[in-house]
């Protein structure tokens, strides 16, 4: 009796233990395989190692790192149900504000011998309240009026962009301060990158922070049956979303050591894109910061990749573009079938 209880009962234990396999190990084990793809089609092509170029890999993982910074607050927003289509646009918009702020004083200092160059915290500062203005006015729109995340962050994606040409009139902002690009040097975007992705990675799981975020976006409903101050929340994430934007503006200014207005063009896709290979469902409620990060590591490998086995960049944008698709149909089949159980 208790043998046939037991087989009775392995299909559910087994059915247990593969629930508790980490989602993101299969996102990781794609990532594996792609980098072993290129590690193959180059030797065959090329001659050459993929993964055993650490000076390629430094810099993939410095190109990708403020892709990250955004993707972790874009993360948080389609998880509530929403989407941030300003990010790229904010991007430029605090890099430009960021940089005349971070500007070496062109002042004569034998006139005005009290005069220095600001300390490196305040156009950091500016950059990141920039961007949680712009993250707050989303909020307020969406929380407010009702409309679309997709329209209300639409048009700061134009405001933000037209207001980045307007600040200096469409030219570039140089000249900054060795402390500000400081940051910007080295490993420190990495550094920034992986801060922020641990800070939103416990904030998400094991604060209430996180429990409102997931609610919102399984059933909107149910959460404000329950007590949740639906609006509130919607406006804090917009506004953190715009603080990491912010802050991946200052940062890429700083690696730039230059500020242009085009800065961040196409960065809120990549973004998405992602979150969405990381397992962030865009329908909401479903979707990990650990996820992000290695989906992050995918676009940058990929885009690596190409480069080093010299294809076009035009057939990679097409490739990134199928790929985010096939996200998005993996996605929908895996909502099927978790709603069929």
């Given at each position: 009796m208790?043998?046939?209880?037991?087989?009775?009962?392995?299909?559910?234990?087994?059915r247990?233990?593969?629930?508790?396999?980490?989602p993101?190990?299969?996102?990781?084990?794609?990532?594996?395989?792609?980098?072993?793809?290129?590690?193959i089609?180059?030797w065959?092509?090329?001659?050459?190692?993929?993964?055993?170029?650490?000076?390629?890999?430094t810099?993939?993982?410095?190109?990708?790192?403020?892709?990250?910074?955004?993707?972790?607050?874009?993360?948080?927003?389609?998880?509530?149900?929403g989407?941030?289509?300003?990010?790229?646009?904010?991007?430029?918009?605090?890099?430009?504000?960021?940089?005349?702020?971070?500007?070496?004083?062109?002042?004569?200092?034998?006139?005005?011998?009290?005069?220095?160059?600001?300390?490196?915290?305040?156009?950091?500062?500016?950059?990141?309240?920039?961007?949680?203005?712009?993250?707050?006015?989303?909020?307020?729109?969406?929380?407010?009026?009702?409309?679309?995340?997709?329209?209300?962050?639409l048009?700061?994606?134009?405001?933000?962009?037209?207001?980045?040409?307007?600040?200096?009139?469409?030219?570039?902002?140089?000249?900054?301060?060795?402390?500000?690009?400081?940051?910007g040097?080295?490993?420190?975007?990495?550094?920034?990158?992986?801060?922020?992705?641990?800070?939103?990675?416990?904030?998400?799981?094991?604060?209430?922070?996180?429990?409102?975020?997931?609610?919102?976006?399984?059933?909107?409903?149910?959460?404000?049956?329950?007590?949740?101050?639906?609006?509130?929340?919607?406006?804090?994430?917009?506004?953190?979303?715009?603080?990491?934007?912010?802050?991946?503006?200052?940062?890429?200014?700083?690696?730039?050591?230059?500020?242009?207005?085009?800065?961040?063009?196409?960065?809120?896709?990549?973004?998405?894109?992602?979150?969405?290979?990381?397992?962030?469902?865009?329908?909401?409620?479903?979707?990990?910061?650990?996820?992000?990060?290695?989906?992050?590591?995918?676009?940058?490998?990929?885009?690596?990749?190409?480069?080093?086995?010299?294809?076009?960049?035009?057939?990679?944008?097409?490739?990134?573009?199928?790929?985010?698709?096939?996200?998005?149909?993996?996605?929908?089949?895996?909502?099927?079938?978790?709603?069929?159980?």
């Open positions: 208790n043998t046939d209880a037991a087989e009775g009962h392995a299909p559910l234990a087994a247990v233990r593969r629930r508790r396999i980490p993101e190990l299969s996102i990781f084990l794609v990532l594996i395989g792609i980098a072993l793809v290129y590690e089609l180059g065959i092509f090329i001659g050459q190692s993929f993964l055993m170029n650490p000076q390629r890999l810099i993939m993982i410095l190109q990708v790192s403020v892709i990250g910074i955004i993707s972790v607050g874009v993360t948080q927003v389609i998880i509530t149900g989407i941030d289509l300003s990010s790229g646009s904010v991007v430029g918009m605090t890099a430009m504000i960021a940089a005349s702020f971070a500007q070496a004083s062109t002042w004569p200092r034998a006139l005005y011998p009290s005069l220095t160059d600001m300390p490196f915290f305040v156009p950091i500062g500016v950059g990141l309240l920039i961007g949680l203005l712009a993250g707050y006015i989303n909020g307020q729109l969406i929380a407010k009026t009702k409309i679309p995340p997709f329209i209300a962050t048009g700061m994606m134009v405001s933000a962009r037209g207001i980045s040409k307007w600040y200096t009139k469409g030219q570039p902002v140089s000249g900054l301060t060795d402390q500000f690009n400081f940051i040097t080295g490993i420190w975007p990495v550094i920034v990158f992986l801060v922020v992705a641990l800070i939103f990675h416990i904030a998400l799981r094991y604060t209430r922070y996180g429990k409102f975020t997931y609610a919102i976006g399984a059933n909107m409903q149910a959460a404000r049956v329950s007590g949740i101050n639906i609006e509130a929340h919607l406006i804090k994430v917009y506004a953190i979303a715009g603080l990491l934007a912010g802050l991946a503006g200052v940062v890429t200014a700083a690696r730039a050591q230059t500020a242009q207005a085009g800065m961040g063009v196409m960065y809120e896709l990549d973004a998405i894109a992602a979150a969405v290979i990381g397992g962030t469902s865009l329908t909401g409620g479903v979707g990990r910061i650990t996820g992000t990060v290695i989906g992050t590591v995918i676009l940058g490998v990929m885009t690596s990749g190409f480069t080093f086995l010299r294809v076009d960049a035009y057939y990679q944008e097409i490739v990134k573009g199928v790929i985010i698709v096939a996200a998005v149909v993996v996605d929908v089949y895996r909502q099927k079938k978790r709603a069929k159980h």
